[in-house]
């Protein structure tokens, strides 16, 4: 099997085809600090691209709580437990991914889920981690935790589901790294199902293909974010295009959080797919969780984003997230706002990098009355 190099882990690793990078690659940062699970995203995705028959289970973009939720049923615990334990100690890493764990004469080690796994989206929302026993009281950091997984196709550097079509189906494109499968090519054998280890590849029973998330790619190509990052009520959302860590650019609020700031972190970078969603991973959920979902280096993410107000460019391109329906490709900060220029340099997004307070009297004399909010 050819090698190709994976930045995520620090090192090459077995991969079917050719590693060619596209010339733009499609990447979004999600902040699951601020997501609220109010699944706006999600009604917006399933209603602009998934009301039709054969549909009805398909959640291009789905909110998850961990660590109790999963859609599909377990998509994740499960190829971890396939996969067995792994040497995370060091970095690069030093265990298998999923391609080099690849059973004899399959490309990829993967599993396809029941269709009973698809029946219940809403499995383990607001469970939180641990049990109140008698007589507990509120204690900082909480005893219970939980958090909200946005997930969508991480339209990864290197597919699974690219990797197992053996009817060539899915592609990558050149001009963003948008990956795509050909429905009129595809011939319903599922394997890309069961090669994705995110589980973001679905199969039509009507139409007896498969589908699966298109990036949003008119959007993109007129210069705009998909519809799940401009319809966050949240603001937890950066869509735009990343580059490899040897052409980070300062300017591009993407590469500054990922690549200098490295706040924001892949989901299971493990597997080796070189996955292009990036999470800010949540400030109050014990590192241990987190190191196995998100890799290397969680506890100096959390450590960076929680000094971003002493870091002016670190705030500047926080405070980007939902400003703007167009995509941002620079981003620079000047005398007190934080400013996003699309590719041609126009001005897109300004945004304050203090927000106004005022403060009124708690007692107004005019009207005789006190006020319960003052600011």
Same mark, same amino acid.
């Given at each position: ?37 109010? #699944? ?91 049990n109140m026993a008698q007589g507990a009281w509120l204690q900082m950091p909480h005893m219970q935790w939980l958090y909200y997984l946005p997930r969508i196709c991480n339209h990864c550097t290197y597919p699974a589901c690219l990797a197992a079509?053996?009817?060539?189906s899915i592609y990558k494109r050149q001009e963003d790294g948008i990956v795509l499968l050909d429905q009129y090519r595809c011939r319903g054998y599922r394997e890309c199902v069961r090669a994705c280890p995110y589980k973001k590849v679905y ?21 705009? #974010? ?23 650019r300062e300017d591009n609020p993407l590469d500054y959080l990922i690549h200098l700031a490295k706040v924001a972190k892949p989901l299971y970078p493990q597997f080796g797919l070189e996955p292009n969603v990036y999470y800010i991973p949540p ?8 190191? #196995? ?72 004399? #005019? ?9």
């Open positions: 099997m050819p090698k190709v190099y994976n930045w995520q882990i620090s090192r090459e690793m077995e991969y079917p085809y050719e590693g060619i990078r596209p010339h733009k690659q499609f990447a979004m940062i999600m902040d699951t600090n601020k997501c609220i699970a109010c #699944q706006t995203c999600t009604v917006a995705c399933k209603t602009t691209w998934t009301p039709g028959r054969g549909q009805e289970y398909m959640f291009w973009n789905n909110v998850e709580t961990k660590p109790y939720g999963y859609y599909p049923l377990g998509w994740d615990v499960r190829i971890l437990e396939k996969l067995g334990v792994q040497d995370m100690r060091a970095f690069p890493y030093q265990g298998q991914t999923l391609f080099e764990a690849a059973p004899s004469g399959e490309r990829i080690l993967g599993y396809l889920p029941d269709d009973l796994d698809y029946a219940n989206p809403n499995v383990g929302e607001d469970d939180s981690y641990g079509c053996p009817r060539m199969f039509n029973s009507m139409t007896r293909v498969s589908e699966k998330c298109i990036g949003c790619y008119p959007a993109i190509e007129n210069g705009r #974010q998909t519809q799940c990052a401009i319809t966050c009520i949240g603001k937890i959302r950066l869509q735009g295009f990343i580059s490899p860590p040897d052409k980070a400030v109050h959920v014990p590192p241990a969780f987190l190191y #196995q979902m998100f890799g290397w280096g969680v506890e100096e993410a959390i450590a960076t984003y929680r000094s971003a107000s002493e870091n002016l460019r670190l705030l500047g391109a926080l405070l980007l997230f939902g400003s703007t329906p167009e995509i941002i490709y620079h981003y620079k900060i000047e005398g007190s706002h934080a400013l996003g220029y699309d590719e041609k340099g126009t001005e897109v997004a300004r945004v304050p990098m203090n927000e106004p307070i005022h403060i009124r009297a708690a007692y107004d004399e #005019q009207f005789q009355t006190f006020r319960t909010n003052i600011s």
